[in-house]
Structures are given as C-alpha cells and as structure tokens.
C-alpha cells in the first residue's frame, strides 16, 4: 500500500507554499531557466564592464585604484564565463542559485573593499556607481523564482556592506577632512539609509517571487478542487513520458470519470456537486504519492500520473481508492448522505508500447476509461486494448 500524502488537497484559496519552502516544481523550472539568463546576462555585463577599467589601466597604468578595478572586474568576468561554461554544460544543481548570487553581490563588496586598500574608507563607503550594482545582483535573485535565495543574498548584502562599515569605522577617523574631498562626507545617516535600501530591495524581490508563485498557482491550478488543472498536467506528462522513454523506467496514467455525474447534478443541485468533486479530489490527493501528480481534467474527469509505477500496481491502486471512494458516502446535511462510485481507465510504459507519445499513452487510457462504462461503471479497466 503506498504512504498516504500527510495533506489533502489543496484548497482554492489556500496559499502556493511557505515562503521557505521550496518552490511548486513547475516555478522551479521557471527558476533553472531564469539561472541560465542569468549567467548569460552576467557575461555579457562583465564583457561591457571591462571597457572602463581597461581603458582607465592603459590611461594610468600607474594608478592603484584603477589597477584594483581592472583586477577586481576582470576576476569577475573569468568567474563569469566559468559558470555560464558550468551551466551550459549541464552543471546545474539546487544550490546553483544560492551559490551564484551569493557571488554576485560578493564581487560587489570585494569591489568596495578594493577601494578601501588602495583609495580610501570614505570612496568605499560613499561608492555611488558600485553600491548600486548590489541592487542589480538583488533584481536577479528574483529571477530564481525561490524566495529563500532573495532572503539569503538579501541579508548577505546587508551584512557584508555593514562589515565595511563597521570595519571602516574601526580602522579609520571617518571625519578625517582629508577623505572629504575625494569622497564626501562622512554622514552615518546615509549610510544607514543604504542598509535600509537594500532590506527593501530584499524585500521587493521576495514580493515579486511570492506574486509569481501565486499566479502560477493560480495558472496552474483548479479554482474549485485545488488539484493541478490540464494545462499544467499535460506539461507534467510530457515531460515525465520523455524522461521514462528515455531511462526505460514504468509509468502508469489512469482517466478517472464519476459514475452518475449528471443525475447527481440533476438530483442535488449543482452545489452538492462541486462538494462531489471536492470530496474525491481530496481523497485522491490523500491517497498518492508525493511523486505522483493529480489533475482535474475536465467536468467531473480526474487524470493520474504515476511515475515509477506498474500496469498491475496502478489498476490495484485505483481500484483501492474507487473501493474508499464507494464506501465512505458524502455527507449532505440533515442525515442525507451520497454514494460515489467511479469508472477508471489504465495504461502503463513499457508494458503498452503501442503508446509512442504521451497523447497516445493517455488515449489508451482514456479508451479504457469508456471500457469501464460499457462494462457496467463502477470498475477500473487496464487490459491490453487497441488504441
């Protein structure tokens, strides 16, 4: 028997998932392709950025600051080019996004500590081209659609730019007139106020995260059961379908149709049956596995996706949950309650392999499905029928 879901299905108005939870699968997708923009925007950046400090090297070769800038932004673009090399080639991992933009507001501090060795603390501090690139590092952090790493990298910048600081004010008389001229007062105030600007740069990329999250829930998702709609289950699919093709790994899908739909609207009313299609989504949602997929595929039609699975474990599954289905009627108020009963169809890789694509794969099952039907309803059907 497969290990129950620890929660039911998902409701219409519930939240996509705690904001330090990992991201829905289909934003973490979004999130490997936004890494991948990412890395070529940030060589491409470096690329253009290495036209000043080149310039300025050549034009002052004698120049400290300049010799820093070029060695800092150079270092960069090679650290650059090696993860856009990395990922291109398939080196993508979890903790890619993290990692890459923890360097990229890091390349920024080690600019600004640049600055303090070979200039001085108030030309770190009081930085105005270079600070403002935390800002593009924190825009980015967005585009990995993963809250935890905008909370992270936020809070990274935060404490690196404050170690300046804190450092600088340690080390050095910060009101020296000596430094004003070169780099403008030293004003804790502003200071302070650029700390409090980039909480709210971290802020804002975690809102634009959880706003994303929250449409692709809302794109991905059935209004009235929660359960992931057929747009979304049809991408799943593919993709899945390709990936067992490819591994020569089981895959089983089953159509799901409620015995009865119409007379139970006709009899009921349309109320008692959205709390119908409520009711089974929940109790499929219970009833798979974390790596299974639900979907609400239309009307009163359910769709299962069962990755890793047999022909013969998924016919079993299915018929165990149409027999919990059967035997737990829903309850309607004032000591009624209605019976269910559902009609199911089964296909499976590789034991079907006239199924060559993943509309064929789900055809066969839906043949089944009507199988079912002309059998009487109430029964699931996984036999080896013709597509």
């Keep these: ?146 809250a935890r790493i905008c909370i992270v990298v936020g809070t990274l910048a935060i404490a690196e730019y404050a170690s300046l600081w804190g450092f600088a004010a340690s080390q050095y008389d910060l009101a020296d007139p000596r430094y004003l001229q070169d780099a403008g007062p030293y004003l804790p105030v502003d200071l302070a106020t650029r700390l409090l600007l980039l909480a709210i740069a971290t802020l804002l990329s975690v809102t634009i995260v959880r706003r994303a999250q929250r449409l692709l829930y809302l794109a991905a998702h059935d209004r009235l059961t929660g359960l992931y709609n057929r747009g979304h289950f049809d991408g799943v699919l593919n993709s899945t379908f390709l990936q067992a093709a490819r591994d ?55 769709v299962l996706l069962m990755p890793s699975t047999s022909l013969e474990d998924a016919i079993g599954h299915v018929e165990e949950v149409r027999q919990e289905v059967h035997g737990t009627p829903v309850p309607l108020g004032q000591g009624r309650q209605l019976t269910l009963n559902f009609s199911a169809g089964v296909a499976a890789l590789p034991v079907d392999s006239e199924a060559s694509t993943p509309a064929a794969l789900l055809t066969l099952a839906d043949h089944r499905l009507l199988e079912a039907k002309r059998q009487g309803r109430g029964r699931c059907v996984g036999q080896f029928l013709s597509a």
């Design 248 to 302: 020569k790994s089981r895959l089983a899908v089953a159509i799901l149709d409620v015995d009865h739909f119409k007379r139970i609207n006709d009899e009921h009313g349309h109320a008692v049956g959205d709390r119908v299609l409520q009711t089974l989504a929940e109790r499929l949602s219970r009833s798979m596995r974390r790596t299974d997929v639900v979907a609400r595929y239309g009307g009163e039609e359910f």
């Design 1 to 146: 028997m497969r290990p129950p879901r620890p929660s039911g299905a998902l409701t219409r108005d519930a939240a996509p998932q705690p904001i330090w939870g990992r991201p829905d699968p289909a934003l973490a997708a979004a999130g490997i392709e936004g890494e991948y923009v990412v890395a070529r925007v940030r060589l491409v950046a470096m690329g253009l950025l290495m036209i000043a400090p080149t310039w300025n090297l050549f034009s002052s070769p004698g120049t400290a600051m300049h010799v820093a800038g070029f060695s800092v932004t150079l270092a960069a673009t090679l650290a650059s080019a090696g993860i856009w090399w990395v990922l291109k080639n398939g080196g993508w991992r979890p903790w890619v996004g993290f990692a890459s933009s923890a360097f990229d507001v890091s390349m920024v501090s080690l600019a600004l500590v640049s600055f303090l060795v070979v200039a001085s603390p108030m030309v770190a501090l009081n930085s105005t081209v270079t600070f403002e690139m935390y800002f593009l590092a924190l825009v980015a952090t967005s585009l990995r659609y993963d």
